[in-house]
């Protein structure tokens, strides 16, 4: 038998939903701005293995830069074989692409070419909106907090109100 308490608590964990969301978005962008950033930063550099396939035609643009490249890189490291992927824009004949590998020593599956790794402004912005994602689904759980914090009315608080207006009524009459 489903009872109005099953309905509010179902509610209530389907309005937890978008705000869980926003935070899973906003912790992807940040982990991946900033493993981005640390291989510019603490990163090993190493030759890899590079291959681009071009992907389906031109995506429409009127310049030479109009068309999608796979690339794919693999490397050694330890004996154990690391591989990587991405996409470039390119001409019709080709793209550039580092044969470099920058990596983290001790997560080697993080790793990226080096000529994607160079910091630039582009790099901040997805790390700005996962923070800012983070923000916004963690503020509507504070506010909420804060409000519950607010000293409600007691009864007798409730049913006391001012009667001044009454008074100056009935003194009008008499």
């Avoid at 926003?22 to 291959?51: E, H, K, W, Y």
């Avoid at 429409?60 to 991405?86: A, C, M, P, T």
Wanted: net charge positive.
């Amino acid at each position: 038998m489903i009872t109005k308490k099953h309905i509010g608590a179902r509610l209530k964990s389907l309005q937890a939903l978008p705000r869980l969301l926003l935070a899973l978005m906003g912790v992807v962008l940040v982990l991946l701005s900033v493993s981005n950033l640390s291989l510019s930063l603490f990163g090993r550099r190493t030759g890899a293995d590079v291959s681009v396939r071009r992907v389906g035609g031109s995506n429409g643009g009127r310049n030479d830069i109009s068309y999608q490249w796979s690339v794919s890189w693999i490397f050694e490291l330890d004996g154990k074989k690391y591989e990587g992927h991405g996409t470039r824009q390119g001409s019709p004949s080709g793209v550039a692409v580092s044969k470099w590998v920058l990596y983290l020593p001790f997560m080697p599956w993080i790793n990226n070419l080096e000529d994607a790794t160079k910091p630039s402004f582009l790099n901040i912005v997805p790390l700005t909106l996962g923070i800012l994602l983070l923000a916004v689904s963690c503020r509507r759980s504070a506010i909420k907090r804060r409000a519950g914090k607010i000293p409600s009315r007691t009864s007798d608080e409730a049913m006391d109100y001012d009667d001044s207006v009454e008074e100056r009524f009935y003194d009008q009459r008499r």
